[in-house]
């Protein structure tokens, strides 16, 4: 009889587990989805949006310098497209903006 209590008790520890972690879980979904909407609404540059390896640093070293590096290198193409552009529309401005050879109807 006392084999069975420990099974149950022993199941019942288990799925207590399994349902705390369903929960971690879905915080961890929900705070997340909250970072982004939060992004959205705020529109705030200074936001600093958090990644898996920001709460579990030890799991995930390796990662974690392979994405900066990566995020560091989109940003910066971003903003050399971005001056090129800015480049581009202020020369376009300076030489008239292709006004000087267009004639009216």
Not at 23 to 36: G, N, S, T
């Amino acid at each position: 009889m006392a084999e069975i209590q420990d099974s149950l008790e022993s199941f019942e520890r288990k799925e207590q587990k399994k349902i705390k972690q369903r929960l971690v879980e879905k915080h961890f979904l929900a705070q997340d989805i909250a970072q982004y909407v939060s992004l959205v609404v705020n529109g705030s540059k200074d936001t600093k949006l958090l990644e898996l390896w920001d709460y579990f640093p030890e799991l995930f070293e390796s990662q974690d310098t392979n994405f900066e590096k990566k995020k560091q290198e989109h940003d910066l193409a971003v903003y050399k497209a971005q001056m090129i552009d800015f480049a581009h529309r202020h020369n376009h401005a300076r030489t008239g903006g292709g006004k000087a050879g267009r004639h009216d109807a």
